[in-house]
């Protein structure tokens, strides 16, 4: 039986599971409507989560079949995955931030060798040793391109419009826009309860993942490879902490996230994030006066939930990331620089 919990107001949260992934499932909330319920975010495309949806939506005394709209917060399989078969099975409209929705566009045309290319030259350009890089260029010497969860989304037929309420009928849900863990995240503002739906924005006790946004068609400029471009107009770590911070002043009754548990005083945990950041940057900022280090380097030396020695082949090449967009916003602040002639790229605190 899944665990549905009712919060009231005629919303209630569905754990769907995400098979094999430490964070056990994501909340898919559920708003009572004048047409229908409608979903923010569906969760992960496997057969026992469609199983566990089915069943909460039983639960919250609807059907699949009767969904008249589904809101993403963001393009993460976890959030995303379901949403084409909840289309299939009720004809519901699909909304989504424009920006996740070019990235959703990029993945389905972009072919799985060129993703592949991208991560073995992004990888290697951030420092990353021969032994990590091996299993990629086998990889790529046998035919295979990189698989990515979510290649089979389905494409949003409505864009979400930050700042305007969105097409709820009987409800003044407005659309924040929230960028940092994706270049389209948004939350969703519940204006009559003070309720938000924050997504992967806000967690009660997760610091969300923020890296660089991947885009495989854009290459790195300069001379040989280069662990990021300072000239990149791209931050996602600033953009982060701004969208944080809109938050805070916002300070919404509760906050319903889709991971853990809802919870309240929002602008308390926007002030733990904000100084978990500015604690990363400055010890990052550190390192890099007392040497020169590429993002590898440095991602070796950050706190992990775990040793390096001990994190798994995947979650170091997210912790790469993180400290590539650490780095990206040093550099944009003036506080860093590419270290002249370096390769792979060394970074030195300015």
């Known amino acids: 039986m899944t665990r549905v919990t009712a919060h009231g107001g005629g919303v209630w949260s569905i754990p769907v599971p995400i098979p094999d992934n430490p964070l056990g499932h994501t909340l898919v909330h559920v708003l009572e409507t004048d047409r229908?319920?409608?979903?923010?975010?569906?969760g992960w495309d496997d057969p026992g989560?469609?199983?566990?949806?089915?069943?909460?939506l039983a639960e919250c005394g609807t059907s699949a079949a009767e969904v008249h709209g589904v809101l993403i917060t963001h393009h993460h399989p976890d959030h995303h995955g379901l949403s084409g078969r909840v289309r299939e099975v009720s004809g519901a409209w699909l909304a989504m931030h424009p920006a996740d929705t070019a990235v959703v566009q990029r993945t389905r045309e972009a072919a799985p060798q060129l993703w592949l290319d991208y991560l073995?030259?992004?990888?290697a350009a951030a420092g990353a040793p021969d032994d990590h890089l091996a299993p990629l260029h086998t990889a790529r010497a046998a035919g295979r391109g990189r698989v990515l969860p979510g290649t089979r989304a389905a494409l949003p037929d409505r864009d979400i419009v930050p700042g305007e309420?969105?097409?709820?009928?009987?409800r003044r849900l407005r659309a924040i826009w929230t960028p940092g863990h994706t270049p389209g995240h948004v939350c969703l503002h519940l204006e009559e309860s003070r309720r938000l739906f924050s997504g992967d924005h806000l967690l009660p006790g997760i610091t969300p993942h923020i890296g660089l946004y991947e885009d495989p068609e854009q290459q790195n400029t300069?001379?040989?490879p280069a662990a990021l471009n300072p000239l990149d107009r791209g931050d996602p770590l600033g953009d982060y902490l701004d969208s944080l911070e809109r938050i805070a002043r916002l300070d919404?009754?509760?906050?319903?996230?889709?991971?853990?548990?809802?919870f309240t005083d929002a602008p308390g945990r926007v002030r733990e994030l904000l100084a978990h950041h500015a604690d990363r940057l400055a010890d990052l900022r550190a390192l890099v006066a007392a040497r020169p280090l590429t993002p590898w380097q440095l991602a070796e030396t950050m706190k992990w939930n775990r040793p390096w020695a001990d994190l798994p082949y995947r979650s170091r090449n997210i912790a790469v990331s993180e400290a590539e967009a650490h780095l990206r916003h040093l550099v944009k602040l003036g506080l860093a620089e590419p270290l002249p002639g370096s390769r792979p790229v060394a970074y030195t605190a300015v």
């Open 222 to 224: 300069g001379d040989g």
């Open 36 to 42: 229908g319920p409608v979903l923010i975010d569906t």
């Open 165 to 170: 309420l969105t097409e709820v009928p009987g």
């Open 120 to 123: 073995i030259d992004k990888l």
């Open 49 to 56: 989560s469609w199983d566990a949806l089915v069943n909460g």
């Open 252 to 262: 919404p009754a509760e906050v319903l996230p889709a991971h853990q548990h809802a």
